[in-house]
């Protein structure tokens, strides 16, 4: 039921924000400043936390799905709460971020990514990327395989935001209950009270998270780690060291 009501709010905002007037836009940017300004700037180019006209987040949403979950479930492991928005301010400002992603490539027409040119963000020293990426990425990633070419694939500023910020991917999760029964299967939804689990017969199951022993297995869990874990300039060496994957 859970699933099912999460699925409704998304679709309602997408039939909300799918051809946005300026009052929407204008509601949004309002409800932006109040509530997440302190994070991200008020015109969501980041401060504390990311530029989200630059998040793969942002630029992948296409009628709210993406942005609306984050809104709704946060990212606790990046620090940001979750907020309790209903479904038209979420979707005011899905419209809202729509719209600054629209003004900044407007902007920048012409010229890609003019603001983060290569020149301005290859910075970092490449041996020093590469031995970073030999001891924190290369269990996940090679340059000769998944990583191949990657640097002619993306613009500059793409790709740092990809290493830094992946798309969030499906999580797997084992559901163990005190009888010792075991469900594996995608995790659809979690919180602190509820879990929920398409199991491999396609089936959606959910439990009380006190009833039950719960492990996920998150692929984009050492990128989140990583985040508190680079140094210096090891962001900097990292993206240095993808860039020679043409």
């Given at each position: 039921?859970m699933?099912?009501?999460?699925l409704a709010?998304?679709?309602?905002?997408?039939a909300?924000?799918?051809?946005?007037d300026?009052?929407t836009?204008?509601?949004?940017?309002?409800?932006?400043?109040?509530?997440?300004a302190?994070?991200?700037g008020?015109?969501?180019t980041?401060a504390?936390?990311?530029?989200l006209i630059?998040?793969a987040?942002?630029?992948?949403?296409?009628?709210?799905?993406l942005?609306?979950?984050?809104?709704?479930?946060?990212?606790?492991?990046?620090?940001?709460p979750a907020?309790?928005?209903?479904t038209?301010r979420?979707?005011?400002?899905?419209?809202?971020l729509?719209a600054?992603?629209k003004?900044?490539?407007?902007?920048?027409?012409?010229?890609p990514?003019?603001?983060?040119?290569?020149?301005k963000?290859?910075?970092?020293?490449?041996?020093?990327?590469?031995?970073f990426?030999?001891?924190?990425?290369?269990?996940?990633?090679s340059?000769?395989?998944?990583?191949r070419?990657?640097a002619?694939?993306y613009?500059?500023?793409?790709?740092?935001?990809a290493?830094?910020?992946p798309?969030?991917?499906a999580?797997?999760?084992?559901?163990?209950?005190?009888?010792?029964e075991?469900?594996?299967g995608?995790?659809?939804y979690?919180d602190?009270?509820?879990?929920g689990?398409?199991?491999?017969d396609?089936?959606?199951?959910?439990?009380?998270?006190?009833?039950?022993?719960?492990?996920?297995d998150d692929?984009?869990?050492?990128h989140?780690r990583l985040?508190?874990?680079?140094?210096?300039?090891?962001m900097?060496?990292?993206?240095?060291y993808?860039e020679?994957l043409?």
């Amino acid at each position: 039921m859970m699933r099912l009501a999460a699925l409704a709010i998304s679709s309602a905002i997408a039939a909300l924000a799918q051809t946005p007037d300026a009052a929407t836009i204008e509601r949004g940017r309002m409800q932006f400043q109040q509530s997440c300004a302190f994070c991200h700037g008020a015109d969501a180019t980041g401060a504390e936390g990311p530029n989200l006209i630059l998040s793969a987040v942002v630029r992948h949403d296409q009628k709210g799905e993406l942005i609306s979950e984050v809104i709704r479930e946060g990212r606790p492991n990046k620090g940001m709460p979750a907020f309790p928005f209903n479904t038209e301010r979420t979707a005011d400002i899905t419209a809202f971020l729509h719209a600054r992603v629209k003004e900044s490539d407007r902007r920048s027409a012409g010229e890609p990514g003019s603001g983060y040119s290569l020149g301005k963000l290859n910075t970092g020293n490449v041996e020093a990327g590469r031995s970073f990426f030999a001891g924190h990425c290369a269990s996940c990633h090679s340059p000769g395989g998944d990583l191949r070419g990657v640097a002619s694939k993306y613009e500059p500023i793409v790709l740092q935001t990809a290493f830094l910020y992946p798309r969030d991917v499906a999580k797997t999760a084992t559901v163990v209950e005190s009888s010792g029964e075991t469900t594996t299967g995608e995790l659809i939804y979690s919180d602190p009270f509820t879990v929920g689990i398409r199991g491999k017969d396609g089936w959606y199951r959910s439990w009380f998270r006190k009833d039950v022993t719960l492990h996920i297995d998150d692929p984009l869990r050492e990128h989140r780690r990583l985040l508190g874990e680079y140094r210096g300039t090891a962001m900097h060496d990292v993206f240095s060291y993808l860039e020679t994957l043409k």
